[in-house]
Antibody, heavy 120, light 110 residues
Framework: QVQLVESGGGVVQPGRSLRLSCAAS????????MHWVRQAPGKGLEWVAV????????SYADSVKGRFIISRDNSKNTLYLQMNSLRPEDTAVYYCTRGGYDSSELPKYWGQGALVTVSS | QSALTQPPSASGSPGQSVTISCTGTSTDVGGYNYVSWYQQFPGEAPKLLIY???KRPSGVPDRFSGSKSGNTASLTVSGLQAEDEAEYYC??????????FGRGTKLTVL
């Protein structure tokens, strides 16, 4: 079955960087777009970014554009989120999600999430 | 882009039907058939209930159904059960490979 396991979360000071990873298994990773979605404590879901199956397309929410970079390594079945210039409002659980072959398709499968806390 | 509009709360008694609305615009819900619904329990990851407006993944009970009219999508839960008490989120494609979510609806089973 589809498994998505996030890692790399933790506590980081404002202005610093952090990289999340997501190890995927149970499906053909290289044939699916992948998204990151986050959820601040006690708040709703917020879409963060998407990367197409072949890395030709990336798109970001305005709130993270220019600071976050989504990438993938299909040879390692791994998705990444490089988060730079972190702000307190970036504090959230970050979910790795699998979309479809088409990058327009919405998230279908979700990992359990990685907590990122931005605090001095 | 603002979040899709969902009622903050909804409720029903066991066995009843409840419908949760998700209102957007012609540039998101009304413009694409990429609308999904998710169920989330406290402390857990969201789970997909409905995708592409009306489609149900395998394993999701047929008590859950989706529809869309104009700029509003709806999730109907029929034969409400105690285990359906959760937070429900809608989402929509908004073009340029971007996605938007609703603010969530807390469903209470009375």
């Amino acid at each position: 079955q589809v498994q998505l396991v996030e890692s790399g979360g933790g506590v980081v000071q404002p202005g610093r960087s952090l990289r999340l990873s997501c190890a995927a298994s149970g499906f053909t990773f290289g044939k699916n777009a992948m998204h990151w979605v986050r959820q601040a404590p006690g708040k709703g879901l917020e879409w963060v970014a998407v990367v197409s199956f072949d890395r030709s397309i990336t798109s970001y929410a305005d709130s993270v554009k220019g600071r976050f970079i989504i990438s993938r390594d299909n040879s390692k079945n791994t998705l990444y989120l490089q988060m730079n210039s972190l702000r307190p409002e970036d504090t959230a659980v970050y979910y790795c999600t699998r979309g479809g072959y088409d990058s327009s398709e919405l998230p279908k499968y979700w990992g359990q999430g990685a907590l990122v806390t931005v605090s001095s | 882009q603002s979040a899709l509009t969902q009622p903050p709360s909804a409720s029903g008694s066991p066995g009843q039907s409840v419908t949760i609305s998700c209102t957007g615009t012609s540039t998101d819900v009304g413009g694409y058939n990429y609308v999904s619904w998710y169920q989330q329990f406290p402390g857990e990851a969201p789970k997909l209930l409905i995708y592409e407006v009306t489609k149900r993944p395998s394993g999701v009970p047929d008590r859950f159904s989706g529809s869309k009219s104009g700029n509003t999508a709806s999730l109907t839960v029929s034969g409400l059960q105690a285990e359906d008490e959760a937070e429900y989120y809608c989402s929509s494609y908004v073009g340029r490979y971007s996605v938007i979510f609703g603010r969530g609806t807390k469903l209470t089973v009375l």
